[in-house]
C-alpha cells in the first residue's frame, strides 16, 4: 500500500524539550516537505527537500531542524527555540525531478503537536 | 513573489447546486497550479491541476477547474455538490519562473458547506 506515513498521530510535549516528528514515503519521490497548518492561516512551507542529502529552509524555518538522509524519510525537529510550536504539522512528498515528473504533492496524515 | 488568494472564507450552496470556489493567483513566470480538499484531521488529497494544455482540467470526484490566464483565476467547479462534498478546499501555484523554482504557495482555503 503505496503512501506517506506520519507519527505518531498526537503527540504532547512540555514547553522546552525538543520533539522529533517521522515521516516517511513508499513512492519513490524525490522531493519531500513539512508543512504547518494553523487555523485560518492555509499552510505554510517549514523545510523541503529535492533530494537526498540536500534540503532548504522554507518561509517559517526558524525553531526548526531536519535532515534527509534517506530518500524515504525526512523527519522534522521542533526546538525548544519554536515559540509556538502548537500546530498541525503535514508532511507531503512529490515526483519532481527527471523524466515523467507529476508535480502534484502527496500528503501524509498528519501530526498534531501539543506543547504546554 | 508568486501569491495566490482564496477570496471567500467560506461558500453555501444546496445539493445538487452547482458549485464554484475561487482562486486567483501571481506568478512571475508560467504557473502550475492545482487543487486540494481536506476534510477534517486529515492531510489534503490532491483534486487536479493545471500544467499546460487545455484550460480546462477535470480532476477526482467530478470536479473541474479552467485556467484563464488573463485574469489570473483557477475557479473550481462542480455541476452539482453533494453533502459529502463539504470540506477545507485549497488553490496553490507554484511559479516556473521563480528562480527559487520549486515552492508551491498555499492559498488560506475556502470552506465549502453543502446542505442538504
Known amino acids: 500500500d503505496g503512501g506517506i506515513t506520519q507519527s505518531p498521530k498526537y503527540l504532547f510535549r512540555k514547553e522546552g524539550q525538543n520533539v522529533t516528528l517521522s515521516c516517511e514515503q513508499n513512492?519513490?519521490?524525490?522531493?519531500m516537505y513539512w508543512y504547518r497548518q494553523d487555523p485560518g492561516q492555509g499552510l505554510r512551507l517549514i523545510y523541503y527537500?529535492?533530494?537526498?542529502?540536500?534540503?532548504q529552509k522554507g518561509d517559517i524555518a526558524e525553531g526548526y531542524s531536519v535532515s534527509r538522509e534517506k530518500k524515504e524519510s525526512f523527519p522534522l525537529t521542533v526546538t525548544s527555540a519554536q515559540k509556538n510550536p502548537t500546530a498541525f504539522y503535514l508532511c507531503?512528498?512529490?515526483?519532481?525531478?527527471?523524466?515523467?515528473?507529476?508535480?502534484?504533492?502527496?500528503f501524509g496524515p498528519g501530526t498534531r503537536l501539543t506543547v504546554t | 513573489a508568486q501569491s495566490v488568494a482564496q477570496p471567500e472564507d467560506q461558500v453555501n450552496v444546496a445539493e445538487g447546486n452547482p458549485l464554484t470556489v475561487k482562486c486567483t493567483y501571481s506568478v512571475s513566470g508560467n504557473p502550475y497550479l492545482f487543487w486540494y480538499v481536506q476534510y477534517p484531521n486529515r492531510g489534503l488529497q490532491f483534486l487536479l491541476k493545471?500544467?499546460?494544455?487545455?484550460?480546462l482540467v477535470k480532476g477526482s470526484y467530478g470536479f473541474e477547474a479552467e485556467f484563464n490566464k488573463s485574469q489570473t483565476s483557477f475557479h473550481l467547479k462542480k455541476p452539482s455538490a453533494l453533502v459529502s462534498d463539504s470540506a477545507l478546499y485549497f488553490c496553490a501555484v507554484r511559479d516556473t519562473g521563480n528562480t527559487g523554482g520549486f515552492k508551491t504557495i498555499f492559498g488560506a482555503g475556502t470552506r465549502l458547506f453543502v446542505k442538504a
Open positions: 493545471y500544467i499546460t494544455g487545455d484550460n
Open positions: 527537500s529535492q533530494i537526498v542529502n540536500d534540503f
Open positions: 513512492l519513490n519521490h524525490d522531493a
Open positions: 507531503a512528498s512529490s515526483h519532481d525531478l527527471a523524466s515523467g515528473a507529476t508535480y502534484e504533492q502527496y
